[in-house]
């Protein structure tokens, strides 16, 4: 499963237990970074050590669920919301207590994400979602509908103007997560939800006639011209901070290189398919959670549940480190209004989906990529959606 924050390009031996360190905490290096001096204050105020180690995002699941079997690790670590599933699976997170009145500190989806099989497990401090940025120069008014956002980018291609309609990264093996505002509004669905909104993972959407529809739809965009393959993770948001793509669909993480091009450009959210369903971006929840297997659970609670996790200024510094929107309601309300492009991606987030955090989501991620390229790529939008849906039912039957 995607996640899409910064990470580090060296990590922390994962057996490595904190030596002295009472407290031991995970993160990538820009929340690592964010933590020490907060870790420090709670150490001192506390008489113990907090070893806050850096650990690449790549890594941190599988090193986490080994070392924490293994009696080991931290007694904390941040993470995504959609790993959730997972680690409980694996009995290696421990849920926490937030009564009514906590969790309405709280943005509702953020609390919606950290919750599995009815119970809280994690402590939200942001959530992302994926948006659509237009260069207000190239584009003065936004598109209404994807048909229009295509209509206005070729238009621009067929004067030399672009080179691109659209920098959505697809890449050769798809991009499930990027491409899935477009396959909720041509119709299609991952897994059916019972009624507290929970994944049932015994209705698999792609498995659906409506999969094979929507994956026509989109192939029918890509002959526009809207969508290649050649649109990559590592030029997408390039390609539009240089002026090449008039339309990008990405998160927050783009926000600081977009500024930096000194481009004129505002967000809102994806547009439908002309007579379509809402496009439904993916929401994740960054959070902190705690160690079923740390040796120090009552400061871990502490740390996370009344120190970090409802302090504003632990939001804020997370947030001025890389502007994602606040989990906790009232940093999130300063950042909206002091910041319009955070107030858009909060308002794209309204028809959003919590990105499945059960354990079968895992199997999605890859066959479902690799049919949408194959159908950017012009191959049969059915025949592809088949394979990834038996790939997929192969994977999650063991």
Same mark, same amino acid.
């Given at each position: 499963?995607?996640?899409?924050?910064?990470?580090?390009?060296?990590?922390?031996?994962?057996?490595?237990?904190?030596?002295?360190?009472?407290?031991?905490?995970?993160?990538?290096?820009?929340?690592?970074?964010?933590?020490?001096?907060?870790?420090?204050?709670?150490?001192?105020?506390?008489?113990?050590?907090?070893?806050?180690?850096?650990?690449?995002?790549?890594?941190?699941?599988?090193?986490?669920?080994?070392?924490?079997?293994?009696?080991?690790?931290?007694?904390?670590?941040?993470?995504?919301?959609?790993?959730?599933?997972? =680690?409980?699976?694996?009995?290696?997170?421990?849920?926490? #207590?937030?009564?009514?009145?906590?969790?309405?500190?709280?943005?509702?989806?953020?609390?919606?994400?950290?919750?599995?099989?009815?119970?809280? =497990?994690?402590?939200? =401090?942001?959530?992302?979602?994926?948006?659509?940025?237009?260069?207000?120069?190239?584009?003065?008014?936004?598109?209404? #509908?994807?048909?229009?956002?295509?209509?206005?980018? %070729?238009?621009?291609?067929?004067?030399?103007t672009v080179t691109n309609s659209l920098a959505l990264q697809v890449g050769q093996n798809g991009d499930a997560y990027h491409m899935e505002p477009l396959?909720?509004?041509?119709?299609?669905?991952?897994?059916?939800?019972?009624?507290?909104?929970? =994944?049932?993972?015994?209705?698999?959407?792609?498995?659906?006639?409506?999969?094979?529809?929507?994956?026509? %739809?989109?192939?029918?965009?890509?002959?526009?011209?809207?969508?290649?393959?050649?649109?990559?993770?590592?030029?997408?948001?390039?390609?539009?901070?240089?002026?090449?793509?008039?339309f990008l669909v990405s998160g927050p993480w783009a926000v600081n290189t977009i500024k930096e091009a000194g481009l004129s450009y505002e967000i809102a959210?994806?547009?439908?398919?002309?007579?379509?369903?809402?496009?439904?971006?993916?929401?994740?929840?960054?959070?902190?959670?705690?160690?079923? %297997?740390?040796?120090?659970?009552?400061?871990?609670?502490?740390?996370?549940?009344?120190?970090?996790?409802?302090?504003?200024?632990?939001?804020?510094?997370?947030?001025?480190?890389?502007?994602?929107?606040?989990?906790?309601?009232?940093?999130?309300?300063?950042?909206?209004?002091?910041?319009?492009?955070?107030?858009?991606?909060?308002?794209?987030?309204?028809?959003?989906?919590?990105?499945?955090?059960?354990?079968e989501m895992a199997a999605v991620w890859g066959p479902l990529g690799i049919a949408q390229a194959a159908a950017v790529n012009g191959d049969d939008p059915?025949?592809?959606?088949?394979?990834?849906?038996?790939?997929?039912?192969?994977?999650?039957?063991?």
């Amino acid at each position: 499963a995607p996640d899409t924050g910064a990470g580090s390009t060296d990590s922390t031996d994962s057996s490595a237990a904190g030596g002295d360190a009472s407290l031991v905490i995970w993160a990538d290096e820009l929340r690592a970074n964010v933590l020490r001096p907060f870790a420090e204050q709670f150490g001192e105020a506390n008489g113990i050590t907090v070893d806050v180690q850096q650990v690449d995002n790549a890594e941190l699941q599988a090193n986490f669920i080994t070392a924490a079997n293994a009696g080991e690790g931290p007694d904390i670590i941040i993470s995504a919301s959609d790993q959730i599933g997972n =680690y409980v699976q694996n009995g290696v997170i421990a849920p926490i #207590t937030l009564n009514a009145e906590q969790q309405a500190l709280f943005q509702p989806i953020a609390i919606q994400g950290v919750t599995y099989n009815d119970q809280i =497990y994690a402590l939200p =401090y942001a959530v992302e979602n994926i948006a659509l940025f237009r260069n207000t120069d190239l584009v003065p008014d936004a598109p209404a #509908t994807l048909e229009d956002l295509a209509t206005a980018g %070729k238009a621009l291609v067929d004067a030399g103007t672009v080179t691109n309609s659209l920098a959505l990264q697809v890449g050769q093996n798809g991009d499930a997560y990027h491409m899935e505002p477009l396959f909720t509004s041509a119709g299609g669905y991952l897994f059916g939800q019972d009624e507290s909104g929970a =994944y049932d993972p015994t209705d698999l959407g792609l498995a659906q006639p409506a999969a094979a529809a929507a994956l026509t %739809k989109i192939q029918q965009f890509a002959q526009t011209g809207a969508l290649s393959t050649a649109v990559t993770p590592d030029n997408a948001i390039s390609l539009f901070a240089e002026g090449q793509a008039p339309f990008l669909v990405s998160g927050p993480w783009a926000v600081n290189t977009i500024k930096e091009a000194g481009l004129s450009y505002e967000i809102a959210p994806v547009p439908p398919f002309a007579g379509g369903d809402v496009a439904r971006p993916f929401v994740g929840v960054q959070s902190f959670l705690i160690s079923s %297997k740390g040796a120090n659970q009552a400061f871990a609670e502490e740390f996370v549940l009344n120190f970090v996790g409802q302090d504003e200024e632990v939001a804020l510094a997370l947030f001025d480190a890389e502007p994602r929107p606040s989990a906790l309601l009232s940093a999130f309300e300063q950042e909206s209004a002091s910041d319009p492009d955070i107030a858009a991606f909060g308002a794209a987030a309204a028809d959003g989906q919590i990105i499945p955090s059960i354990p079968e989501m895992a199997a999605v991620w890859g066959p479902l990529g690799i049919a949408q390229a194959a159908a950017v790529n012009g191959d049969d939008p059915t025949t592809a959606i088949e394979a990834a849906a038996t790939a997929i039912q192969d994977a999650i039957a063991g």
